[in-house]
């Protein structure tokens, strides 16, 4: 199972860059990388998905090095609005379903 | 629809009773998922559907849970004999196959008094 690690929580400001860094030591060759966004009493909504190098939208920027065994959730400039809790999610439907489980996710909270 | 919608988004019981739960996933969703997700907590995976076959049923917390899909659409997750400790969210979530995006509802709320 290609279980995930991030911190617990996490502070910014207003303006900044914030890095938010899951590990995978065990993930699968067949195995995506995908990240999501919940707000208190809402569902969580996708970010960004990727495999490796690095994934671009409008939302965010996702870093994956060659070995995979992490990944980096960058958003830029965030505001008050991105307070949430962000969820690193590793699998792969077809081969091993069961592994889309969320882990504990990071608390984000933004200051002005 | 034009996104997941899960009925009731609140329910209030009390214990010992059975409850249903519903979700109607995006229309040609093949994939659809459900969740808990306890107060402060993160997602904790109970059931998947492809099509209308759940492959795994290991994730459901106890013999009480039970879930079904029909016609690749509607799924209902069943509580039997509620206790407090299945207060809840109950998420659902939806797909159109493998990964691709999941789609979530709002959720119910669940309390068991």
């Known amino acids: 199972l290609a279980k995930t690690t991030q911190p617990i929580s996490m502070d910014s400001y207003e303006g900044q860059e914030v890095n938010i860094t899951c590990s995978h030591n065990n993930i699968a060759t067949n195995d995506y990388i995908t990240w999501y966004q919940q707000f208190p009493s809402q569902g969580p909504r996708f970010i960004i998905q990727?495999?490796?190098t690095k994934v671009t939208n409008e939302v965010a920027s996702l870093f994956i090095p060659a070995d995979r065994k992490s990944s980096t959730l960058s958003l830029p400039r965030v505001s008050l609005s991105d307070t949430a809790v962000y969820y690193c999610l590793v699998g792969d439907l077809l081969y091993n379903n069961n592994d889309m489980r969320f882990g504990a996710g990071t608390r984000l909270t933004v200051k002005p | 629809g034009a996104g997941v919608s899960q009925s009731p988004s609140n329910k209030v019981t009390e214990k010992g009773k059975d409850v249903e739960l519903r979700c109607d996933p995006i229309s040609g969703h093949t994939a659809l998922y459900w969740y808990r997700q306890r107060l402060g907590q993160g997602l904790e995976f109970l059931i998947y559907f492809q099509g209308n076959s759940a492959p795994d049923k290991s994730g459901l917390p106890s013999d009480r849970f039970s879930a079904e899909r029909t016609g690749e659409s509607v799924s209902t997750l069943t509580i039997q004999r509620t206790q407090q400790e299945d207060s809840a969210v109950y998420l659902c979530a939806s797909s159109a196959g493998n990964n691709e995006k999941l789609f979530f509802g709002s959720g119910t709320q669940l309390s068991v008094l």
């Open positions: 990727g495999y490796k």
